[in-house]
């Protein structure tokens, strides 16, 4: 683990360079080559628990994101993210949404022959992107667990079982 001092000059470099690309961009707070630094931002504030400022990264992230891509698969991982941000900070509701735009992605991304296909047929890519439905699946049972609808928490549970064999 990092001590301190290296997280806080982590996020002191992190902003600077966030600082400067804004700058070389004059400015345009979407513009594409703020993208990684943020994400970059967005992943240092969770792994050290600031889970407000890693909610507001990783918002800032989907925006760029969304004028770049769309609603498209490249914006499973940030929703994910933004859900874990809300979950921690006890939004469990707020939590859910996110997940549900991630699964509905994740769904559209994968399609349906690989969730009618045995193992032995499927890719390691198919495996991979199964394995996401499931860790979606897990999530969205941890935001029912947390905010007591016990019949979609055994719904969702179930789902994730079934993808995480």
Same mark, same amino acid.
């Not at 498209?72 to 939590?95: D, F, S």
């Given at each position: 683990?990092?001590?301190?001092?290296?997280?806080?000059?982590?996020?002191?470099?992190?902003?600077?360079? %966030?600082?400067?690309? +804004?700058?070389?961009?004059?400015?345009?707070?979407?513009?594409?080559?703020?993208?990684? +630094?943020?994400?970059?931002?967005? %992943?240092? /504030?969770?792994?050290?628990?600031?889970?407000?400022?890693? %909610?507001?990264?990783?918002?800032?992230?989907?925006?760029?994101?969304?004028?770049?891509?769309?609603?498209?698969?490249?914006?499973? /991982? +940030? /929703?994910?993210?933004?859900?874990?941000? %809300?979950?921690?900070?006890? !939004?469990?509701?707020?939590?859910?949404?996110?997940?549900?735009?991630?699964?509905?992605?994740?769904?559209?991304?994968?399609?349906?022959?690989?969730?009618?296909?045995?193992?032995?047929?499927?890719?390691?890519?198919?495996?991979?992107?199964?394995?996401?439905?499931?860790?979606?699946?897990?999530?969205? /049972?941890?935001?029912?667990? +947390?905010?007591?609808?016990?019949?979609?928490?055994?719904?969702?549970?179930? !789902?994730?079982?079934?993808?995480?064999?």
């Amino acid at each position: 683990m990092m001590s301190s001092k290296a997280f806080d000059s982590a996020e002191r470099i992190l902003y600077y360079v %966030l600082q400067k690309q +804004t700058e070389y961009v004059q400015f345009q707070k979407d513009h594409p080559f703020l993208e990684q +630094t943020v994400m970059n931002l967005a %992943l240092y /504030y969770r792994s050290t628990q600031q889970l407000q400022l890693s %909610l507001n990264m990783w918002k800032y992230l989907m925006d760029i994101q969304v004028k770049l891509y769309g609603e498209k698969e490249m914006l499973i /991982y +940030t /929703y994910k993210n933004i859900g874990v941000c %809300l979950l921690g900070l006890g !939004k469990p509701e707020e939590a859910e949404v996110e997940y549900q735009k991630a699964l509905k992605l994740q769904e559209l991304s994968i399609g349906s022959s690989p969730l009618q296909a045995s193992d032995a047929e499927l890719t390691p890519s198919q495996r991979d992107d199964l394995s996401q439905m499931g860790q979606i699946y897990f999530n969205l /049972y941890l935001s029912a667990i +947390t905010n007591g609808k016990k019949g979609d928490a055994l719904d969702y549970n179930d !789902k994730n079982m079934r993808f995480n064999k």
